[in-house]
């Protein structure tokens, strides 16, 4: 009983990187209706940022504030440059440039900064968390940031008026224009702000899986994984996705036998395919009604 | 946003918009001038500009098979590594535990993806768009750690994979060329044995479209409900594009393994599904002519990016693929409009 205990803390642990990855998906996704392959890579690069500035002496908090505007403001530029021009493009041309904003990211990544792994310091320092081996008070302080996001997103859209305006552009368009509102900024500012979402997720994960321009190949997946499984229309769903992918990968490891880290991955995605075929729009995620 | 629990209502958009059914093919001129240039090159260039050749064609037929499964019915896969995996490892298993000809390991690998793709499309009947997207994208994940497996080592190789023997041209071709005193080399035995099943399919492919199924796939792409309404089996047709899809790509798979005369799971990665999405939408979606040229693009962009920057290559291609879907958003299959209209122009002045 108890290794089950302490597998499920350090599925909670994990599953806390991925929850912090699935919401800058879902942000994104309400905002464009696309899943962006590239974010992960947007994310390692506003942490490579935040380490450089610190690397020139800045302390940790002000590098930080400073990545989020630089993410901010970064994401704003790319949809202005690369995709707001795709706009009327179509759909697959559309995931075909973010397959391109990714080989770039990587590519730019590694030639400034190597491809050497790096340590990245954490705010929380890395004790045990109130006498726990398996959760260090460095995962706990990303469990605390990623519902601290949550609720502040869950304000920000349900009680603000840009807040408002940006639901009302991603789910009526026409009727949004019709009332004012510029839709094509409400994007931009989606991109910014999933950016910015991104580059909190990269600086709390880089500490557990080090600094490198690889480092979200596998978290995004599993990112991606989690806001599908908890309905992408859903932040909450998301963050609770995140921590379900974690645990239930953390039990196959352990229970299943034959499964190890190899078949981790495979197991857990086909877990989620296995929900989405009883429940096609996710755990929490509204069904999708067409008008015929 | 979480508590909004009203429906939410959007108009059905299509995958993709829809094609014309006649621009899906070439002119006879236009056809005939790409086959006389298929069939002479090899005549004048080295054995590896062959190889490559060869490995052009068999992505083309690779990007070909998505083509038929996203442009003709909608649907979306990031699974086709898998598929070619499969085909690829059929083929390397029958020759070299079983001593089949190399010839007769090719519809055997494509019956299997065939019944793969069939069993694989009924769970994903019930996704759609993104989530479609995950659950291929899972498949072409599983595949090379299920290969790894040590359950099947003893059929597989496990990691080490298999070495395929590279079939020698036969001897009637042999003694008939050495009359006019010529040899043939391996290679490029292998580039005409593939460019005959490439023009084969590509012929089966675009009848398929033509035919009573290749409509109702379009249907179904273009509006599921109405289809159903007019009496197309949506099930059916759309796990049959999934079987279809998944067969060419094993014949594909079966040609590559052949070719490159080594398989190994790792040579079945995502990165190769990505490639060839990438190829299609480069080629134009629904377009069956525009696979070659997406083929293309996959093969010798990345050796392009390379040349012009070692440690920038990744940005490079980035930059190009960039290039590409702004100045043709809808892939050499615009191109070809455009280039048509010119002609017509031409001719009526």
């Known amino acids: 009983m108890e290794l089950f205990t302490n597998q499920i803390l350090a599925g909670i642990a994990t599953g806390a990187i991925y929850a912090c990855m699935a919401l800058a998906v879902v942000m994104i996704y309400q905002a464009i209706d696309h899943l962006n392959f590239a974010q992960g890579e947007m994310a390692m690069f506003s942490t490579f940022v935040s380490w450089q500035l610190m690397q020139w002496g800045a302390p940790y908090w002000g590098a930080f504030v400073i990545t989020l505007v630089f993410s901010f403001f970064g994401g704003i530029a790319i949809e202005r440059l690369l995709f707001k021009p795709l706009a009327k493009a179509p759909i697959l041309t559309n995931v075909a440039g973010f397959i391109a904003l990714f080989a770039i990211i990587n590519s730019v990544a590694g030639l400034i900064w190597d491809f050497t792994i790096k340590q990245y310091p954490t705010p929380f320092g890395s004790s045990p968390f109130l006498g726990s081996q398996l959760i260090s008070t460095h995962q706990a302080g990303m469990i605390g940031v990623t519902v601290l996001l949550l609720v502040g997103l869950y304000f920000f859209f349900q009680f603000t008026r840009i807040g408002l305006a940006m639901r009302a552009a991603a789910s009526v368009p026409e009727s949004a224009r019709l009332v004012g509102i510029n839709t094509s900024w409400m994007i931009a500012l989606g991109w910014g702000m999933a950016a910015a979402i991104g580059s909190i997720a990269g600086m709390l994960i880089a500490p557990v899986v080090f600094l490198e321009p690889n480092m979200m190949g596998g978290v995004l997946i599993y990112g991606f994984a989690a806001a599908v499984l908890g309905g992408l229309t859903s932040p909450l769903g998301a963050v609770i996705g995140g921590f379900l992918v974690g645990i239930f990968e953390n039990l196959a490891g352990t229970y299943i036998p034959g499964v190890g880290n190899e078949l981790k991955l495979p197991i857990a995605l086909a877990l989620i395919i296995t929900v989405l075929v009883v429940k096609p729009a996710g755990l929490f995620g509204r069904p999708i009604v067409k008008r015929v | ?349």
């Open chain 2, 1 to 349: 946003m979480s508590a909004a629990i009203e429906d939410v209502v959007t108009e059905s958009p299509g995958v993709i918009e829809a094609v014309p059914k006649r621009a899906m093919t070439l002119g006879t001129g236009t056809s005939l001038v790409m086959l006389g240039l298929l069939l002479l090159t090899p005549l004048f260039v080295k054995n590896f500009i062959i190889f490559q050749m060869t490995m052009l064609l068999i992505y083309g037929v690779a990007v070909l098979a998505l083509n038929i499964l996203t442009g003709g019915s909608g649907q979306f896969s990031l699974g086709q590594s898998a598929f070619y995996a499969v085909g690829a490892y059929t083929s390397a298993i029958l020759m070299e535990h079983a001593g089949m000809n190399y010839a007769l390991t090719l519809p055997i690998a494509g019956i299997i993806c065939f019944a793969f793709g069939f069993l694989f499309g009924q769970p994903a009947l019930r996704l759609s768009g993104v989530y479609l997207a995950l659950a291929t994208f899972a498949l072409a994940t599983a595949m090379p750690q299920l290969l790894k497996l040590g359950y099947f080592e003893q059929w597989t190789g496990g990691v080490q994979g298999l070495v395929v023997t590279k079939p020698d041209p036969p001897e009637a071709v042999q003694s008939m060329l050495s009359w006019l005193h010529l040899k043939m080399s391996q290679d490029m035995w292998l580039y005409y044995f593939t460019l005959v099943i490439t023009i084969a399919i590509y012929i089966f492919s675009v009848n398929l479209l033509r035919s009573r199924s290749g409509r109702a796939f379009m249907a179904i792409r273009d509006n599921e409900i109405a289809a159903s309404a007019m009496g197309v089996d949506v099930a059916l047709y759309k796990t049959l594009a999934f079987g279809v899809s998944a067969g060419i790509t094993g014949v594909a798979g079966g040609l590559g393994a052949i070719t490159v005369q080594f398989v190994a799971p790792d040579s079945y990665t995502i990165t190769l599904a990505i490639s060839l999405f990438l190829g299609m939408v480069v080629g134009g979606v629904g377009w069956l002519p525009g696979s070659i040229v997406g083929s293309a693009f996959i093969i010798f962009v990345p050796n392009i990016a390379e040349g012009i920057s070692k440690g920038l290559s990744g940005a490079v291609f980035g930059v190009l693929l960039f290039l590409v879907i702004f100045l043709v958003p809808h892939g050499a299959r615009q191109v070809a409009i455009v280039g048509q209209q010119l002609i017509g122009r031409f001719r009526k002045n």
